[in-house]
């Protein structure tokens, strides 16, 4: 299991990260300043950095350029800073990628996907199966019964989240602030439009409806 540092000084946006970096399968510390996550950093490996830009005590610049004196653990930055120099400035510290808030979780979620892939050196196709179900995370595709199935990217981001998680309920909540993002404001029923969608394109019981919380993936057996 892969070790990442997540430093985010916002609770909300913190919280959001570290549950939806464990449900993808990571193990997760985190911090909430530059001096805690320095302190984090000496005190056990980790396989990658989440790092925001601006934190108190030390910014996350500063904390960038003790990691690098030290190690070349992939560091991923956050930043609400769209200036060319300060991104200039994060590469020029041999930083591996930049997301400017507000973030798409998915998006994250496949830079550190491809970041710790290129860092451990692996080059076999990374998927997915569920049932008679495959999922390239790769190509992003969908494989039912060898059959090829055409998802939107809204589709292929449930699906992907369903079964990476077996038997984990979720709230339309939870599902919007992961694929839809932290900052969107629209009507929740969305996520039901969509799901019925993926319904209807699989043809099977590979979603389940809890009724009065959420959904979750459909049981093995079915």
């Keep these: 299991m892969k070790h990442i540092l997540v430093v985010e000084d916002e609770p909300d946006i913190q919280e959001l990260l570290c549950a939806c970096l464990r449900d993808a399968g990571y193990q997760v510390s985190e911090a909430l300043d530059g001096v805690e996550a320095l302190a984090l950093f000496q005190s056990r490996p980790f396989d990658l950095v989440l790092l925001d830009v601006m934190l108190p005590k030390i910014d996350g610049f500063g904390v960038c350029e003790v990691i690098r004196r030290q190690s070349q653990i992939p560091v991923l930055m956050l930043t609400a800073l769209e200036g060319e120099e300060d991104q200039l400035r994060g590469f ?29 050196g692996k080059d076999e196709e990374n998927c997915l199966c569920y049932r008679d179900l495959t999922i390239n995370l790769d190509t992003r595709e969908v494989f039912q019964s060898g059959e090829k199935r055409e998802l939107t990217v809204r589709e292929f981001e449930l699906l992907h989240v369903f079964i990476s998680a077996p038997g984990r309920v979720f709230t339309r909540e939870m599902l919007l602030a992961r694929i839809w993002g932290y900052d969107f404001y629209g009507d929740e029923r969305v996520v039901d439009c969509h799901i019925k969608n993926l319904r209807h394109k699989l043809a099977g019981e590979y979603i389940e409806t809890v009724r009065g919380v959420g959904y979750r993936a459909g049981k093995e057996n079915q």
């Design 92 to 120: 020029g510290m041999d930083i591996d990628d930049y997301v400017t808030k507000p973030f798409s979780m998915p998006v994250l979620l496949e830079k550190i996907r491809v970041i710790l892939r290129r860092s451990s």
